[in-house]
């Protein structure tokens, strides 16, 4: 089976964003991949090690992409495309049509993302790139069984779980609780450095929508903070319940 | 010309999910006929609901297919309606159903979207958004033009306000076939619980590794029920293997917008502010007086959770 991953590369999750010019600021920010798409990562491999193929890497990104690729390659991944795009808005629209061109020359039995990016939290690209290749696709996947031409996916909807199935190939998107990502092992890094990594140019394509203006929310205020004996601050604490924040107390 | 604002209402089995209501009473602010546009099975029957909020229209596409929700014949259905009634905005909300259908509809549209917003200006032919971004770090207006304009709205942040409008039934010619369907859903498994969603909460009792373990839990519960509260989580509490995924609230978890967060033994990671600091009033007991919690806290208590809420619950109960 081949399988196509989308990996985004992405702020850590502890980076503090600092506005230079206007725009966000990527000076001395450590870069990470999207946390959902190593799950996606994993969950290839896993399948590979089950059943064998072949999993390739994409990623559409400036420079520094190369190293969110090396490390896909490092967990397991067996190869890497590098969409090189160097503006960090293009909008999502503008994304799935850069990714859905290279996806559709991989041809890929199954294509893997994350189902949201912890930086732009758009959760669009992977519909959209359905979308525009015309395949089915299952969001927000916490277990993935696949089975003769076909994808039985456990999801999160509102309300609960749903189990929905689809014909190969498709476009899932993970969940973090699909699986726990392997770190890579020293020999997997090696390994890495030799796995081909092609480099392609972005399709030229016009973002639709646009970041007209940047801004830091409002620092939250700290409140009270109070210390003692239980029994009083526990009283404190009710109290302000009731008469600051006027909950309702059920019976 | 397009015009007129359409919200597409997120119901399931006639449950029609509070979002929606916030997002008629918020279209009520464009100055344009507000629709309601409902798809599913044996839905008619929602328009005084809908009108009650908001809805001047109620636009019903009723059929079989659309008892439960696809992706395939939803977006089939929308886009024969937009072509026949052409409107100028469509607002969803950034559920799980919301996001699923407006990204597929708008790449098949082939226009731009912003998702999970938390503010909006609509002028015409034109949609500012405000979106945060980096779980919140960062905050960004995206704007978006031409016809229509597409955007999923966070739950919670918008205010839902009655104003009794006609909601005047219109049936729409039902255009999805069963060429469209491609996703075959064999079963859903509802969360049973007798407590309100998460992420629809007006109340929410999180609990940490502070919980120590399933006793932990128990305590949060009782306070939770007392105030018809959800229950959250952290990771910490998630991985450990207290609490189910489906509770985290996080960057990796859920986002949550209620009235009132209660954070009980949580240490207050940046990963978890992101998911919760956006509540109007938070409230945090930590044995810790250095605990990052207390920075976004507007009530913390330094102590024992499990001596400090059995007090609390007990002045509740009075
Ligand atoms: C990519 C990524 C994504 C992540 N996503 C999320 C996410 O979505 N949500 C999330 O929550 N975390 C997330 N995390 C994890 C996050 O960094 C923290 O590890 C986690 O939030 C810690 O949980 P905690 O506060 O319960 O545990 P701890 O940090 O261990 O804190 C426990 C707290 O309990 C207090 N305590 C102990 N005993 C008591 C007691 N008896 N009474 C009162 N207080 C007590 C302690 O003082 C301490 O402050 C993510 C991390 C990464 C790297
Ligand atoms: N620049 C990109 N390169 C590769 N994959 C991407 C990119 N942007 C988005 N994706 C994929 O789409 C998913 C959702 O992203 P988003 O729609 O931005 O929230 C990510 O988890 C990735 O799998």
Redesign the pocket.
Known sequence: MKIAVCVKQTFD??AKIVLKDGKISGDGINLIIN?YDEVAVEEAIRIKEKQGGEVVVVCAGGDRATEAIRQALAMGADRGVHIKVNDPDVDEYARAVMLAEVLKEQGADLILCGHVA?DDGSSQVPTRVAEILGLPHANVVTKLELGDGKAVCTREVDGGMEVMEVALPAVITCQVSLNEPRYPSMKGIMQAKKKPIANVDAVAVESKAKIIELALPAAKQAGKKIEGEPEDTGKQLAEWLLNEVKVEVKQ | MAKGTWVVVDQRDGKIRKVTFELLSEAQKYGDEVTAVVIGKGVEGLAPELGKYGADKVLVADDDIFAVYNTGAFVAQMAAMIKEYDPAVILFGHTTMGRDLAARLAQKLGVGMATDCIAAEISPGKGVFTRAIYAGKALAKVQVEGTPILATIRAGVMEVVESNKAGEVVKAAVAATAGDVYQNVKEFIPTISTRPELTEAEVVVSG???L?GPEGVKVIEELADLLGAAIG?????VDSGWLGHEY??????KVVNPNLYIA?????????L??MSSSKYIAA????PE?P?FSVADFGVV????KVIPVVVAELKK
């Open positions: 999750t502890e946390p912890a | 940490g590794r502070g120590k989580a952290s990771r910490a509490s985290q609230v996080g960057q990796t978890g009980a033994g949580i240490s207050g990671a940046i990963q978890h992101a998911g007991i930590n044995t810790d605990a919690i102590g024992d959770l499990f």
